[in-house]
């Protein structure tokens, strides 16, 4: 198992931005039926996924975010056309950009494969950002997959849609069920948005015997500080003991993401949370090329 932060005393302790290497040193189970020995061609695409077990540390402000981020790269030719996937009922994904389902149980539709995915994609204001927004048909994802039986749907889905989609960023809901291994399998990096708290350790701990149980070659797990206020003591304790790993202030300009339907980067781009949001989406870059190389 790789080293993860532990649950007791009052901050979590030091351990490597990594947490997972990717090299899958845990155990699991079989995978979906394919030649053995077989290799994957290699792509140069890759899916993002934003998870936690918590609820409210800030997944979809950071995949709504870091969707933008990976666009804005893209303008300036070093980036990719995005899609952010919204797989949480609460459709928070798509409210932040201002957009809502067409309907209210075609989500669900995508994994039967009764209706593709493209239908469902709805443009931004940014040319380079789209979004395919959940609807309540996610609230049953969890036994749609069991009953489908298949391990790796939603990593075949994405392997699809990144032929036009180089980036895949995945607004995940705080669930352990069937779609948090499916999204194990179906992930490059696994980004753990953290609130400086005792609780934050034992969230990364689940978070990493989930994903380390899922598959044997499991993706790297960056973990990041969300909602950083260095006026309080706890969260000045919590980054002193985590100094590299990548952190996200508290701010107001983030909550105006949900008054103005739009990112911070375009709200305010020189302030302190859209920088952050900005060297985050590099170090995710930096892993991915690491990976890859």
Not at 119 to 146: G, Y
Not at 177 to 191: G, M, P, T
Request: a positive charge; proline letters at 9%; glycine letters at 8%.
């Amino acid at each position: 198992m790789p080293r993860i932060a532990g649950s007791g005393g009052s901050a979590l302790r030091r351990v490597r931005p990594v947490v997972a290497s990717g090299k899958g040193d845990a155990e699991a189970g079989p995978e979906e039926d394919g030649p053995k020995g077989a290799t994957a061609p290699e792509r140069r695409s890759a899916t993002i996924a934003i998870y936690s077990v918590k609820g409210g540390v800030g997944k979809t402000t950071f995949a709504a975010n870091l969707a933008w981020c990976s666009a804005q790269a893209a303008h300036h030719s070093d980036g990719h056309r995005t899609l952010l996937w919204d797989l949480d009922a609460a459709g928070g994904s798509g409210f932040l950009y201002g957009l809502e389902p067409k309907g209210s149980r075609l989500a669900e539709e995508v994994f039967n494969k009764d209706r593709p995915a493209t239908k469902l994609i709805q443009k931004t204001a940014d040319p380079l950002v789209d979004v395919l927004p959940a609807d309540e048909s996610i609230r049953a994802l969890d036994a749609q997959l069991m009953r489908i039986g298949k391990r790796k749907r939603l990593a075949k889905l994405t392997e699809e849609l990144s032929a036009d989609y180089p980036r895949i960023v995945l607004d995940c809901p705080p669930v352990l069920n069937e779609l948090s291994a499916q999204v194990a399998r179906a992930a490059d990096l696994i980004i753990v948005p953290l609130p400086p708290s005792p609780l934050s350790a034992r969230a990364l701990e689940l978070v990493v015997r989930e994903i380390a149980g899922t598959t044997k070659r499991h993706p790297p797990i960056l973990p990041v500080l969300s909602m950083l206020d260095m006026r309080r003591a706890l969260h000045r304790q919590v980054r002193e003991a985590q100094p590299d790993w990548p952190a996200v202030p508290y701010a107001s300009v983030v909550e105006q993401c949900a008054v103005q339907h739009r990112p911070v980067g375009a709200i305010s781009p020189n302030s302190p949370a859209a920088q952050a949001f900005a060297m985050l989406w590099r170090a995710i870059e930096a892993k991915l090329a690491e990976k890859r190389g």
